[in-house]
């Protein structure tokens, strides 16, 4: 499984990237403003910046509804570096977006993915990634793990390319419960991905290998 960063803070993204495991970024508009980035020139720098940081895959979201606009958002978003992934809303107009893009070698993320009937037309129309929200869909008292495990399921049986890119992440345990259901990717924050790391025996048990450790110093 692929681990993403879902953050436009480039210190975080810096941090992930440094510990050697980080394979992509994604963003989203919520995540862009949060970072205070204003403008077009603005948007298209810090994506700049991001892809000079990784070498990876870099979602970079249309913030408009319509394929046209969508069109000429994602053509100016894929050429700033070869690795811009265009993130697709999954809607009527998104679907033709991402048909055409897939008709034309740009590769796509379609985002807002709660259903596998959504997932199944993503695909259907050349998607490189669908990205369900696992986190919304519990929020509303839903199964966002049964998601991916549908997903998984569906996309193996019809031989789909589209790879299982899954958001929305809360914490270290849906990053293990995705792995379990053969994502191919996920999206998380770092407190998420750092939260992998924490166990209280290895904490007790480092402490005591170093205090031994004086013993023969
Ligand atoms: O980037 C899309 C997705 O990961 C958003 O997550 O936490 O806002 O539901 P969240």
Request: aromatic share 6%; charged share 25%.
């Amino acid at each position: 499984m692929k681990f993403f960063i879902d953050t436009a803070n480039l210190a975080q993204i810096k941090e992930a990237n440094d510990l050697g495991i980080l394979d992509g970024v994604t963003t989203n508009p919520s995540l862009m403003a949060k970072e205070g980035i204003k403008g077009n020139d603005a948007v298209m720098q810090h994506y700049k910046d991001i892809c000079n940081i990784v070498d990876g895959d870099i979602s970079a979201e249309v913030v408009s509804t319509d394929f046209e606009t969508m069109i000429e958002e994602g053509k100016k978003f894929a050429a700033i570096h070869k690795n811009i992934v265009v993130k697709v809303p999954i809607i009527k107009e998104g679907i033709k977006a991402i048909k055409w893009f897939s008709d034309n070698g740009i590769r796509t993320n379609c985002t807002l993915i709660f259903s596998a009937g959504q997932a199944i037309l993503a695909a259907k129309a050349g998607a490189t990634y669908v990205s369900p929200f696992l986190g919304r869909l519990d929020d509303i008292g839903s199964d966002g793990m049964e998601l991916v495990h549908q997903l998984r399921q569906i996309f193996d049986m019809q031989g789909y390319k589209t790879e299982i890119l899954a958001a929305s992440i809360r914490s270290p345990l849906h990053i293990i419960k995705c792995a379990e259901a053969g994502a191919d990717v996920c999206t998380c924050p770092l407190d998420s991905i750092l939260g992998l790391l924490k166990h209280p025996l290895t904490d007790s048990g480092l402490a005591k290998f170093l205090e031994d450790a004086k013993k023969f110093a």
